[in-house]
């Protein structure tokens, strides 16, 4: 699969991605099937659109395309509004490119771009630079400035420039539509077996390996180390069972997220992973750090003892939950 974005993120940017305007020295000759969308959290609602636009595009012989961004487009569409980014733009690729999608496009989301006019957007956008044959989007997708453009409006331009449009149904799961809004309340309320559920993959945090206080090493308990990036995710404070992804091999293990309340002067929230029966060295190593299940919220203790009493006792927990969990 190829990748193309123009990003002002540094943060989890495919090494392979190529400038946007590179795409279109792409042969699209043949017509390209674009799906529209924001993607974050790839969630059951929208694999089923991505599976749509790989199935449709196969059988026409379509080049195909998920059109997305490099970044969320609420950051400039409401400034004062916090919208926690759930996916890297890698963590994204990765999925797009299993499910067979030819190219993944990242498009910035800036001030000019939010002003554009839907009816510009399928225009000068789909048909001009992209000669779109098709186009998928979910049942509530909207675009163009003020978010003015529906799907209604696409088959109506459809049909004056020659285009199909497939509207894809919501998923739902307990009586709720899936949606990318729901999958932030599970991660920032610590149910990782329903983010599971709506999702089909355990909540994730990549980050490379940093040196930190090495407090987890005094206690008996080494910790590898990432520090969130700013605007991501983060599960509600507490430990957790984990898995570890360290150069395509996973480990078992458990992960703290708080600022350990046990020891005065740390503000920043960690990522402490003390991963099961490793012992190399890791500073410097980009890993990925999988929530399988919470086991306690974070809790200040009288001591280091007490501490360490209550790590064993997670451990022990956390043997128990991974026994069963075989997959990420």
């Not at 899936?178 to 355990?202: E, P, Q």
């Not at 086991?295 to 064993?312: M, S, T, V, Y």
């Amino acid at each position: 699969m190829k990748i193309y974005g123009d990003f002002e993120i540094e943060y989890g940017v495919p090494e392979n991605a190529e400038p946007c305007e590179k795409f279109f020295d792409t042969d699209m000759s043949c017509g390209t099937g674009i799906g529209l969308g924001n993607f974050d959290g790839v969630h059951r609602g929208h694999a089923s659109l991505i599976d749509t636009l790989a199935d449709e595009c196969r059988k026409r012989s379509l080049l195909s395309v998920v059109y997305t961004f490099s970044d969320h487009p609420n950051k400039i569409l409401f400034k004062d509004r916090e919208t926690p980014v759930i996916m890297t733009v890698a963590q994204k690729s990765e999925i797009f490119a299993r499910k067979g999608i030819d190219v993944s496009y990242f498009e910035l989301f800036d001030e000019e771009y939010a002003n554009l006019h839907a009816e510009e957007f399928i225009e000068e956008y789909l048909v001009k630079k992209f000669n779109a044959k098709l186009i998928v989007v979910g049942h509530n997708y909207s675009f163009g400035r003020k978010g003015l453009g529906t799907p209604a409006l696409l088959k109506e331009f459809g049909k004056k420039f020659g285009f199909d449009v497939i509207v894809v149904p919501p998923v739902m799961e307990d009586e709720n539509v899936i949606s990318s809004t729901l999958l932030r309340s599970f991660i920032r309320d610590g149910r990782m077996k329903k983010y599971r559920k709506f999702t089909g993959r355990y909540y994730s945090i990549p980050g490379e390996v940093a040196v930190g206080r090495k407090v987890g090493h005094e206690l008996g308990f080494p910790t590898a180390n990432i520090m969130p990036q700013k605007g991501f995710a983060l599960p509600l404070s507490g430990v957790y069972a984990s898995k570890t992804v360290i150069d395509g091999k996973v480990y078992d293990g458990i992960t703290n997220i708080g600022n350990n309340p046990t020891f005065d002067g740390i503000k920043d929230i960690t990522v402490e992973t003390h991963i099961f029966d490793y012992n190399c060295e890791l500073y410097g190593k980009n890993i990925e750090v999988f929530f399988v299940d919470m086991i306690r919220g974070e809790c200040r203790f009288k001591n280091a003892e007490e501490l360490i009493d209550q790590i064993r006792c997670d451990i022990k927990n956390a043997r128990k939950i991974l026994v069963k969990k075989n997959d990420i």
